[in-house]
């Protein structure tokens, strides 16, 4: 990838990460209640609460990758429509499929990440956690 391409990714990555990690932060607090609840009544030491929280981040993950993908794409493009550089590419002779190659490279990391996080980092969180709650009311029942 050229040092254009790389530009336009870097532009791309900054804002998808960021958005990313926000609609992470949104879901993950909307059904994160049962979690807690269950962590309260059950009083397990830090590193299992830590454990937990960390294998509750997948099953939101399909989701919000695509999005933060989306978001990405829309700001990182939008800045530089807004700042003139879009026009300046296409003045200097740039084609847009030099634009659109990282763009199109881009969301296809963002599906294969998504689709991994779907097929195999889920169905293993789902698999822990059920574990580890079982152990908590089972501990908690004694």
């Keep these: 990838m050229r040092l254009l391409g790389r530009y336009i990714f870097r532009e791309i990555l900054t804002s998808s990460l960021l958005g990313t990690l926000l609609a992470t932060f949104v879901i993950f607090l909307h059904g994160a209640d049962t979690?807690?609840?269950?962590?309260?009544?059950?009083?397990?030491?830090?590193?299992t609460v830590a454990t937990l929280l960390a294998l509750a981040l997948p099953p939101v993950l399909p989701f919000t990758i695509p999005f933060g993908v989306l978001v990405g794409i829309l700001i990182g493009l939008g800045r530089l429509s807004a700042d003139g550089e879009i026009v300046a590419m296409r003045a200097a002779g740039v084609s847009s499929r030099k634009v659109i190659a990282p763009v199109v490279t881009f969301a296809l990391l963002g599906m294969g990440l998504a689709a991994w996080a779907s097929l195999r980092l889920t169905p293993y969180a789902y698999r822990?956690?059920?574990?580890?709650?079982?152990?908590?009311?089972?501990?908690r029942s004694s």
């Excluded at 609840?37 to 590193?47: E, F, G, Q, Y």
């Excluded at 822990?128 to 501990?139: F, V």
Aim: proline share 12%; aromatic share 0%.
């Design 35 to 47: 979690l807690l609840k269950l962590l309260v009544a059950t009083n397990p030491p830090p590193s």
């Design 128 to 139: 822990e956690s059920a574990r580890l709650m079982t152990d908590l009311a089972a501990s």
